[in-house]
């Protein structure tokens, strides 16, 4: 079974500042994908950014990265250069490739950005 | 293209009745996962849904059932209510392509109310 953790349950950063979201994962898969996923208040969950476990190479969108230790199963998001549209819950998220497509996510951390 | 649409938004029901969740994917997609969003329990898997098949189920208790159309369309029943299943429930859609990576896009969820 997977299970992924998220240990922050809450996050503040000042706008135009860096922030490290925490996530770690469990899983007995070799192939598997993991995600950030953000949901704002208006609730419509959204794909920040998506990581395949057999590439090696941190997967990067724009100011999203992360920093995927398989080793360690941890899967950290960075947001830099951090926005007042960042703030929501974000969730950390793991599946295996192929068939099944259920999504197991972690409790979510909520971030707010301070202007 | 229009997004996933999930009727209705708000739902207020009373304890022992039952309800039906509606979720229209995005058009061509195939698969429909559904999920339960709750404060205590944080996102939960309910079932996944492809070519009107049940490809897999969450531990939910047999209260909880579903089905796809063959339009794909997928409802989710609830059947005599309790408090705990208030929640937001979301839908979540797919290509399904049999290969690489497909992106699943939520719905904005219906937040259904026990009294």
């Known amino acids: 079974a997977q299970t992924v953790t998220q240990s922050q349950p809450e996050m503040s950063v000042q706008e135009a500042e860096t922030v490290t979201l925490s996530c770690t994962y469990d899983t007995s898969e070799n192939n598997y994908y993991l995600f950030w996923y953000k949901q704002p208040p208006s609730r419509q969950m959204i794909l920040v950014i998506r990581?395949?476990?057999?590439?090696?190479q941190n997967a990067t969108e724009n100011r999203f990265s992360v920093n995927f230790q398989k080793a360690a199963k941890s899967f950290s998001l960075k947001i830099s250069d951090s926005q007042l549209g960042d703030t929501a819950m974000y969730f950390c998220?793991?599946?295996?490739?192929?068939?099944?497509?259920?999504?197991?996510f972690g409790k979510g951390t909520k971030l707010t950005v301070n202007p | 293209k229009a997004g996933v649409t999930q009727t209705p938004r708000y739902l207020i029901k009373t304890r022992g009745q039952q309800v039906t969740l509606s979720c229209s994917p995005i058009?061509?997609?195939?698969?429909v996962s559904w999920y339960q969003q709750t404060p205590g329990q944080g996102l939960q898997f309910l079932f996944e849904y492809f070519s009107e098949t049940q490809r897999n189920k969450g531990n939910f208790p047999g209260r909880f059932s579903g089905r796809q159309f063959s339009n794909s369309r997928s409802e989710m029943n609830v059947s005599t209510l309790e408090l705990g299943d208030s929640a937001l429930y979301l839908c979540?859609?797919?290509?399904?392509?049999?290969?690489?990576?497909?992106?699943?896009?939520f719905g904005p969820g219906t937040r259904l109310t026990v009294l």
């Open positions: 998220a793991s599946r295996t490739q192929g068939g099944s497509e259920k999504l197991v």
């Open positions: 990581q395949e476990a057999y590439k090696q």
């Open positions: 058009s061509g997609h195939r698969s």
């Open positions: 979540a859609s797919s290509l399904n392509q049999a290969s690489g990576y497909n992106e699943q896009f």
